[in-house]
């Protein structure tokens, strides 16, 4: 079975730098898509950022980016400038490229942002 | 477009009482899961279904039972509460295959005392 891990429990960051989440993963397969998820107070879940494993290029969106790198399993998120609303869980998740696969998570990452 | 919906967004239940937990999605997606959070668990699946009339055991699904009768619609029930079933739950949608975003419910907070 995939798994998902995050290393790190809680991360701080002052506002205006720069930090960067840990995640690896497990698979034997070729073709699946990684997320980041952010979990907010609110408990709502919002999509950060999506990569598909075939894509060499690293995905951005704004000020978050990606580190994708295959061959060792690992999906870091790096979030430029933060700011207090950036302040949240995160979650890394994967996904198989076969139908009706489910999304796996990691434990996630608390990140708190310090004015 | 409401999106993912849930209810109730709070519940206190006693052990060994059932309760149904609603979901409702309106933007047409076959796939449909459940999952429960805990601190420092992360989020683990369910239950999941790929279609009405299709449902399937995800990670942690016992004491939990799910039907799917409509594609709009994927209640959970749980038969018999216990206090480990005390989390937050989160119900989810999207479609079965593709780079697409996988929408959650805004969750349940349940508490079984």
């Known amino acids: 079975a995939q798994t998902v891990t995050q290393s790190q429990p809680e991360m701080s960051v002052q506002e205006a730098e720069t930090v960067t989440l840990s995640c690896t993963y497990d698979?034997?397969?070729?073709?699946?898509?990684l997320f980041w998820y952010k979990q907010p107070p609110s408990r709502q879940m919002i999509l950060v950022i999506r990569?598909?494993?075939?894509?060499?290029q690293n995905a951005t969106e704004n000020r978050f980016s990606v580190n994708f790198q295959k061959a060792a399993k690992s999906f870091s998120l790096k979030i430029s400038d933060s700011q207090l609303g950036d302040a949240a869980m995160y979650f890394c998740?994967?996904?198989?490229?076969?139908?009706?696969?489910?999304?796996?998570f990691g434990k996630g990452t608390r990140l708190s942002v310090i004015a | 477009n409401a999106g993912v919906t849930q209810t109730p967004k709070f519940q206190v239940l006693k052990t060994g009482q059932s309760m149904t937990l609603q979901c409702a999605q309106d933007?047409?997606?076959?796939?449909m899961s459940w999952y429960r959070q805990d601190p420092g668990m992360g989020l683990r699946l369910i239950h999941y279904?790929?279609?009405?009339?299709?449902?399937d055991q995800g990670e942690v699904p016992n004491g939990y039972n799910v039907s799917r009768s409509t594609t709009e619609d994927f209640p959970l029930r749980l038969l018999s509460a216990a206090p480990s079933q005390t989390s937050v739950y989160f119900c989810?949608?999207?479609?079965?295959?593709?780079?697409?975003?996988?929408?959650f419910g805004p969750g349940t907070r349940l508490t079984v005392t």
């Open positions: 698979t034997s397969e070729s073709d699946y898509y």
């Open positions: 990569q598909e494993a075939y894509k060499q």
């Open positions: 998740a994967y996904r198989s490229a076969r139908r009706n696969t489910p999304l796996v």
């Open positions: 933007m047409n997606h076959e796939y």
């Open positions: 279904s790929v279609g009405a009339g299709i449902t």
């Open positions: 989810a949608s999207r479609r079965t295959r593709g780079l697409y975003e996988q929408y």
